[in-house]
């Protein structure tokens, strides 16, 4: 069985990816209104944290020139000239270390504003690298308040969860938490809103049963306090449709997904972007539901008006181009699926690059096709080029370049290849055990896939205690009945047959048949 996978997308079992338009990136702290368009949101919130330094009334020439640096910043992002923002910014950043001092509050804010600019491109290693500075010039700064260095070390841990380090990501998160709970109180807007991204992060991770209560507290006390006519409100409910959608509960993510819907809808209009794509978000969980028609007609409605308002080649567009190619694949409608598929491909390598993450999913999602139909010398070389992107712009250890590694190892077991893919297979198990631990969902489909591979090099004895201890901790999390429980049991009835062990064999075989009917 494939992995799932999570970047900028929802995946599908066995890795394929969905993309939806929720927020993805946590609620930034400080924001009042949840921003769709990651671009706007940063800027927004660069324009209030920039405010919040300055350190008095009446500004110094200065201090007024840098501020002019840092508006032409903001006017080339806006308009979308990333190249000459991010040049100008440095530029702010010289003159303010020449004019003001490396540790002025406005010298410091330059750096955080970089680093908020190569996030918003994407350039996370980038923005780690701007930001982390940023975080150690405010804990040294006399200036800074406790909130404003809490604020940063928030926006550090989201460059944390949108980079897959999950482990650091999660303690400064947790820092921050308890910082705003002792400064502003439990019950804060702003104390909601960093509950809210710890939350996501566990979502991300399949940490659900700590994302679940989170999101729970965190949606309760900013609807108290913020009235449910606030638009932040609607991000943390579109992350936690998410979540439902993740743990399977179908008919509270569309529940979830259709509130959003309905809000952007009464407050935006049906053809604003922001509202189509929501449709975008309510049609993968019909698919997930199994109403096919009704999925086709959505999409197509969804595709229909993107291209009116945001045209052919909008990544929006190239996103459910992609979710309609998937809905033919889910259908084994391969011709249909296919065409799309590439067209999906070219659109995103022509838009957002060779290497952007919505194009390596895309990638992937083409090389599965391929893989489904037996095309497996198509499928290879694909799954190649994504592993070695993702690699180079994510790292080695990042979620999604794991999962592309997943994807290749069963390739290569299906291709019969065993000797490749056990090494790839144990390169996957080590790390989702690390980043993951040993009872992730993720983690034991590796340790099974894993023991399937040395049924198949005859390395019996390794592989039944492979296939026990996946089974045992299947029964122990899921329960004897979960799909992945029956899985394990059927594949080492399989080993038992192998070995002439035909008793033990049809035992297993008989308790796998009584779990399915139940």
């Keep these: 069985m494939k992995s799932t996978n999570v970047i900028p997308c929802l995946t599908r079992n066995p890795g394929q990816f969905h993309f939806d338009a929720t927020t993805e990136s946590p609620i930034k702290s400080r924001m009042t209104a949840r921003k769709r368009s990651c671009q706007v949101a940063i800027f927004f919130f660069l324009t ?5 330094t300055s350190i008095s009334a009446a500004e110094s020439t200065a201090e007024k020139q840098f501020n002019q640096l840092t508006n ?9 000239q990333y190249n000459r923002a991010i040049s100008t910014a440095h530029k702010s950043i010289d003159f303010a270390n020449q004019n003001l001092g490396e540790d002025h509050p406005l010298t410091i804010s330059a750096i955080f504003t970089l680093a908020q600019l190569y996030q918003a491109l994407g350039k996370l290693n980038e ?19 406790e909130l404003d260095k809490a604020v940063a070390r928030e926006s550090l841990a989201s460059i944390y969860m949108a980079q897959g380090k999950y482990p650091p990501a999660e303690k400064l998160y947790v820092q921050v938490l308890n910082t705003k709970k002792g400064l502003l109180g439990d019950t804060d807007p702003e104390t909601a809103i960093t509950m809210a991204s710890l939350a996501e992060l566990y979502r991300r991770m399949g940490l659900y049963e700590r994302a679940d209560p989170l999101f729970q507290d965190a949606i309760q006390i900013y609807e108290k306090l913020q009235g449910d006519q606030d638009p ?3 991000g943390m409910l579109a992350n936690q449709a998410k979540l439902f959608e993740n743990q399977g509960l179908f008919e509270q993510a569309e529940a979830g997904y259709s509130r959003v819907y309905e809000f952007d809808r009464q407050t935006l209009g049906d053809k604003h972007p922001t509202t189509i794509v929501d449709l ?21 409605k969804v595709l229909k008006d993107l291209k009116a308002t945001l045209g052919e080649t909008h990544p929006e567009t190239i996103v459910v181009t992609n979710n309609l190619a998937l809905l033919y694949e889910n259908q084994g409608l391969y011709d249909q699926a296919e065409p799309l598929f590439k067209s999906a491909l070219q659109s ?22 391929f893989e489904s139909q037996g095309f497996f010398e198509k499928a290879e070389p694909l799954y190649l080029n994504t592993i070695e992107l993702n690699r180079k712009i994510k790292g080695a250890e990042h979620p999604d370049t794991i999962a592309a590694l997943n994807n290749l190892a069963y390739l290569y077991l299906l291709r019969g290849k065993y000797n490749e893919a056990e090494k790839i297979f144990e390169e ?3 790390i989702w055990e690390v980043q993951l631990g040993e009872q992730h969902q993720k983690t034991l489909k590796a340790l099974n896939n894993l023991a399937r591979v040395n049924h198949q090099l005859k390395k019996y004895k390794k592989a039944e205690q492979m296939f026990e201890k996946a089974l045992g901790l299947r029964r122990q999390v899921m329960g004897e009945n979960h799909p992945d429980a029956i899985r394990s049991m059927i594949d080492m009835a399989g080993l038992f047959l192998s070995q002439k062990r035909l008793p033990e064999a049809e035992e297993l075989n008989v308790d796998a048949r009584r779990q399915t009917s139940l």
């Excluded at 209030?48 to 919040?52: A, E, G």
């Excluded at 309510?282 to 999925?295: D, P, S």
């Excluded at 838009?351 to 999602?365: D, Q, V, Y």
Aim: avoid cysteine; charged fraction near 20%.
């Design 48 to 52: 209030i944290f920039i405010l919040s």
């Design 72 to 80: 032409q910043v903001h006017n080339y992002f806006q308009n979308q």
């Design 127 to 145: 923005a780690e690298k701007q930001m982390s500075l940023a975080v150690s010039l405010y804990d040294q700064s006399f200036d800074a308040s």
């Design 232 to 234: 932040g409100l609607y």
């Design 280 to 300: 975008n978000n309510l049609a993968g969980v019909y698919r997930k539901l199994g109403l096919y028609r009704k999925t086709e007609d959505t999409l197509k």
């Design 348 to 369: 995103s390598k022509n838009r957002l690059g060779f290497s952007h993450p919505r194009t390596l999913a895309i990638m992937n999602n083409l090389a599965l096709l």
């Design 428 to 430: 996957v198990f080590r």
